[in-house]
Each structure stands twice: as structure tokens, then as C-alpha cells.
């Protein structure tokens, strides 16, 4: 007895214990079921990945493009690793008068920065250096003066030569925020936690903070990095907290609670590409890397410090201000220059 069977017109033969369903063609239903099916998946995955070009560009047009970076006789050459300078400016721009009162930020005009650090990513891990505002420092074109007058007298541009002055170090991206837009990317995560050690109660910064691990909200977190008139150390403390806050930030942004909420997620992507200002050659990917170093921050791989203090000093121009070391900063610097571990010598004790 024959093991064959005829199925249908087309002459086909199929085994007598072949169980698949066949046309009147004699044609195999499911065969033509699995390519109709991988056609659609096919083209779900060709809207998807177009989805996400576009999402992609989209978002990388909203990022707030500056002129930072200018060549000039002495500019220190190209270094191993990436270093970015990363400043909190103080500007009102975009406030109304009631966010101002809410935000206890004042009304002054124009733009400022109390906030300025150096991140450096290499081979060895993740390294960010605050810069204190009262840094006194020789400014290109200007008598010496605090390092944050730099910002004052010519913007972002006279602030990396001034930085790249005094550390001898190349700077190639720049990031800077606002008071809005910090508040908003805070607040768009749901709030960050941080731990206190101390009670911190300051009317000029709006905050009165209690003791002990609490979920800061946007103006919350806003007077917090910027209080510095509860401290004894002031700014030196205010630049310590600024760098937890970040990091904190950060590590709450790539966490996956984040990046798979699109309530939070959303909002945080488009505050923070909004509200960011970067060179004019960055794009999204850059602040993505920068983002992701400093998630690595939070988890061990990398440090945190202040660049060395060695004192006081006062001037009619300036006013009260702090130098650095001249020799452990010079240091720490070569260090980052050449990508090499920073000694845990020239690490401060409020890191």
C-alpha cells in the first residue's frame, strides 16, 4: 500500500502522515500563515526603528545649542579621556514673578553661576572636581578675580579659557543649566533622595530641611545646592552637596523606575533637552554618555572631590576669596591630563 496520497489538483503528493492543512492548490496553509506573519513583524520593526530616528532627532533639535569653544594662542592641546565643564547658572530667564517667590530666587538680572565642576572620564573611571566659585584665578583680558567673575565679564567662553587657564587641562563639552530647569527635571523623576546629616534651615534659599534620609522635591532641591549660609565652611560644604545632588539626580534618571515609566521618563526627556545648554557641536549622544558616566559615579566606579584649598585671601576688586594649593591641585590636574588614577593624597576630606 502506497504511503502517498493525492491532495488536490496541483499534482502535489504530500505524506499520507503529514498533518499540515493545505489548500485546494494543495499548498500549505500555515507556511503561507508564517510569511504573512513575518512580513508584519517585519514592518513593525522598520515603524519602530523610524520611530525612534525620528524621536531621536526630534529631541536633539530641542537641545539648547551655545557658542562655548574658541581657539587661542596657548589653548591647551587634546588629552586622553573626556572632559566636560558642568555649571549651574543663575538665571531668572523664563521665570515669572510668582516662580521667583516660590523659588526664592530673587530678582536679579542677568546671568551668574555659583556652580562649576570638571568631569573628567577616562580609562580609570569617572572623576568630578568641583571648582569653588570664590576660586581666585588669573582671567584672560581681566585683573585676577574670583572664578565665577569670569561668567560675569564674557559669558561661557571667557569661563572654559579661564578654567582651561588655571588647570592646564583641554575642555571638550560644556553643559549648563538653569534655576527652571533644574526645578523641572527634579520634579519631572518624581523627587530624589537624599540623605542629610544636619538639620538645614536657610530663608534666603527657601529650604528648611530636617535631619535624615527625606525625597526632595524641584524647589526643595533647589535651595539645598544652593544654601550655603548654614554651613561653617559655606561655599566649600555648598560645592560638596551640589556634587551628591547631581550624581543622585543622575542615578535616579537612568534608573529603571525612570526609563520605563513614561510618566516621568517623557517629561524628563523633554525638560532636560529643553532646558540644557551644550556647545554647538554636542548632540543627544553626547549628553547621553555624560549622563552615563555620571550614573557610574553613584555606584562606586569613580571620585568625587574639590580641587585642593591652600587659603584666604582678600582684595579691594574681589573681595574675600580662597586660593588653591598650588602644588597638590597642580597634582590632581596632571593627573587628569594624563588619565591616570587621582592619589587618594589629593583627595579633599569633605569628598
Known sequence: ?????????????????????????GRPVGGR??????????????????LLIGAYFYLDSRLNRIDVFTD???????T??????????????????????????GKAEGKRTDSMMLLHIGDHGTTLVSLPRDSYVPIPGHDPNKLNAAYAFGG?????????????????HYAEIGFGGFVGMVDAVGGVDM????????????????????????????????????????????VQNQRKFLAALTHKATSPGTLLNPFRIVPFVLRSTSDFSVDKDDHLYNVAGFAWAMRGLTKGDGLTTTVPIGGNGYSASAGAYITWDTTRAGELFRALREDQPVPKSLRSTTS
Request: positive net charge.
Open 1 to 25: 500500500m502506497s504511503d502517498w496520497v493525492d491532495h488536490g489538483q496541483s499534482g502535489a503528493a504530500p505524506y499520507a502522515g503529514d498533518r499540515r492543512a493545505y489548500d485546494e492548490g
Open 33 to 50: 500563515r508564517r510569511r504573512r506573519w513575518g512580513r508584519i513583524t517585519l514592518i513593525v520593526i522598520l515603524v519602530l526603528l523610524l
Open 72 to 78: 587661542y594662542p596657548g589653548r591647551p592641546g587634546d
Open 80 to 105: 586622553p579621556g573626556t572632559n566636560w565643564l558642568i555649571v549651574g547658572s543663575d538665571s531668572r530667564a523664563g521665570l515669572s514673578s510668582e516662580q521667583r517667590k516660590k523659588l526664592h530666587t
Open 156 to 172: 561661557p567662553k571667557l569661563l572654559v579659557r579661564t578654567v582651561e587657564g588655571a588647570t592646564k587641562i583641554h575642555i571638550d
Open 195 to 238: 540623605c542629610i546629616p544636619q538639620r538645614i534651615k536657610d530663608t534666603d534659599a527657601g529650604i528648611d530641611l530636617k535631619k535624615g534620609c527625606q525625597k526632595l522635591n524641584g524647589p526643595e532641591a533647589l535651595g539645598f545646592v544652593r544654601t550655603r549660609h548654614a554651613f561653617a565652611s559655606q561655599d566649600l560644604q555648598r
